[in-house]
Structures are given as C-alpha cells and as structure tokens.
C-alpha cells in the first residue's frame, strides 16, 4: 500500500478527480479528510469509504477565504490526529467565456478558488509540517491550461499558470525540510468540469477527446494514480515539478494521426 498508515487532506472531493482520489487513497491504506462545499455528497462518499473498512471523515469548506482554509485545515488535523500530505485538488471552470465578456467579478471568483486557495492551503500545510518535522507531501491541481489555451480560458488558464509558477518557487524553499510540493496537470478528463467547459456540447466534447493521442478522454482515476504516487515516499526525490495527465495531448500530440 503507496499510503499505508498515511494522513491526508483531499479538496474537492465531492466530485471527479477528488472523489475519485478519496476512494483510491483509501484503498491505498491512508485516513482521509475530505473538504467540499457540498456536505452531502462528502457524508454519501465518507459513507462508502468507511463500507470498505477506510477511515474518512468530511469538512464542508469555503476555501476561497483565509478563514474557510483555516479552519478546514484545523479540523483535518484535529479530526485525523495529524496530516502527513495534502492534495489541494478544489477547482472552478468559472465564466468559460471569451475575455471581452468578463468581467472583474470573474477574475476574482475564478482566480481565489483555484489559485488563492491553493497558496493559502500550501502555507498552511508548509507551516505545519515544519513546525511538526513532519516530511509532507503536497499536490496540487493544475491543468494543461497552464501552458496551453482555449477560446474562453483566459482567467482560468492564468489561474492555473499561477499554480505552476507557485509549486516551482515553493519547492526550493522547502526542500531542505524534506517537505515536497508538486503539481499534476490533468488535459481532457471524463468530469462535469470538462464538460461544462465545452457547454455539454457532445459533438465538440468528441472532438476535443478524439485530438489526444489515445483517441479519448482520461478517467479521473488516472489523475489520482499520479497524485497518489507523489504523495508517497515513492516520490521522495520529485519535487516542484507540473507532470501532465494528457496522453500526450499538450507536447503536441493533437497533432497526430
């Protein structure tokens, strides 16, 4: 088991790639905390884990305020005796729009829930691993977006590219704690967020999925694997790095055959 024994937070675990992390890192032996805004979806998913003999336990969270991560972040600690990683995975597709018809409102509500929150989570945790001597893990959720763009991804692309640019500088400051910070950057992935980017237009959903080189769509599983992955010790030498979940896709695969 890659997490057996192992303390860690999932954000965003009601839905897609984060409850898709909760199951997987269950399954891998860990205790999880699990934050969202939707309390009843994370009592359901709590439920099932704690079913199959997992240990879980569910905060219902605003994490686009310094006050809502704060206290997420004493819960899981209090609630799970401890916090041994962290996958900071909450996110919003926000106004998919083009730039023109943005407005302020969008950047701000777009900008702090996927990459204030994620700063605010990442200090937090940082502290609390150092202050503790605890060697940590954290992963955060990113997107191919980062480096690549759609018509309309202009605030959430930045957000994104801001997650990156945050992970690398991040690392080098806390490398010599043993503390880890790292990034996956899902491309078209099986989610409600994947389709709401493309309006439910299943036509154009089929497009986008028949552009990467596996001629589909990743599952969130596939994502999760990743993190799971950096999140163990199996991963002690990985540090500040953006590792894509894409098959492909954002090194130019969309271009083949």
Same mark, same amino acid.
């Given at each position: 088991?890659?997490? +057996?024994?192992? +303390?860690? @937070?999932?954000?965003?675990?009601?839905?897609?790639?984060?409850?898709?992390?909760?199951? /997987?890192?269950? $399954?891998?032996?860990?205790?999880?905390?699990?934050?969202?805004?939707?309390?009843?979806? @994370?009592?359901?998913?709590?439920?099932?884990?704690?079913?199959?003999?997992?240990?879980?336990?569910?905060?219902?969270?605003?994490?686009?305020?310094?006050?809502?991560?704060?206290?997420?972040?004493? %819960?899981?600690?209090?609630?799970?005796?401890?916090?041994?990683?962290?996958?900071?995975?909450?996110?919003?597709?926000?106004? =998919?729009?083009?730039?023109?018809?943005?407005?302020?409102?969008?950047?701000?509500?777009?900008?702090?829930?996927? /990459?204030?929150?994620?700063? @605010?989570?990442?200090?937090? %945790?940082?502290?609390? &691993?150092?202050?503790?001597?605890?060697?940590?893990?954290?992963?955060?959720?990113?997107?191919?977006?980062?480096?690549?763009?759609?018509?309309? $991804?202009?605030?959430?692309?930045?957000?994104?590219?801001?997650?990156?640019? =945050?992970?690398?500088?991040?690392?080098?400051?806390?490398?010599?704690?043993?503390?880890?910070?790292?990034?996956?950057?899902?491309?078209?992935?099986?989610?409600?967020?994947?389709?709401?980017? &493309?309006?439910?237009?299943?036509?154009?959903?089929?497009? &986008?999925?028949?552009?990467?080189?596996?001629?589909?769509?990743? !599952?969130?599983? !596939?994502?999760?694997? /990743?993190?799971?992955?950096? @999140?163990?010790?199996?991963?002690? =030498?990985?540090?500040?790095?953006?590792?894509?979940?894409?098959?492909?896709?954002?090194?130019?695969? %969309?271009?083949?055959?």
């Amino acid at each position: 088991m890659l997490l +057996k024994g192992k +303390k860690i @937070l999932v954000t965003g675990a009601s839905s897609g790639i984060g409850m898709a992390a909760a199951k /997987l890192f269950s $399954s891998e032996g860990a205790a999880v905390a699990l934050a969202a805004r939707r309390k009843n979806k @994370l009592d359901a998913l709590v439920a099932e884990i704690k079913s199959a003999g997992g240990i879980a336990v569910a905060i219902e969270a605003d994490i686009s305020r310094t006050k809502g991560v704060t206290e997420m972040m004493e %819960q899981a600690v209090n609630r799970l005796a401890g916090l041994d990683g962290a996958f900071n995975n909450a996110g919003t597709i926000g106004n =998919f729009s083009p730039m023109l018809n943005q407005s302020e409102q969008d950047w701000d509500e777009t900008i702090n829930v996927n /990459l204030k929150s994620v700063w @605010l989570s990442s200090q937090w %945790q940082m502290r609390y &691993f150092q202050t503790n001597d605890i060697k940590g893990s954290i992963v955060n959720t990113s997107s191919w977006l980062a480096s690549g763009a759609l018509c309309g $991804s202009s605030v959430y692309s930045a957000s994104k590219a801001g997650i990156d640019a =945050f992970v690398r500088a991040a690392a080098i400051e806390v490398a010599n704690s043993g503390i880890r910070i790292n990034s996956v950057n899902p491309g078209g992935i099986n989610t409600e967020m994947t389709r709401e980017a &493309f309006n439910h237009d299943k036509l154009i959903l089929d497009m &986008f999925s028949q552009q990467h080189p596996a001629k589909r769509l990743g !599952e969130p599983t !596939e994502v999760a694997e /990743l993190a799971c992955w950096l @999140l163990s010790e199996r991963a002690s =030498f990985v540090n500040g790095q953006a590792i894509h979940v894409d098959s492909g896709y954002t090194i130019g695969g %969309q271009r083949g055959s």
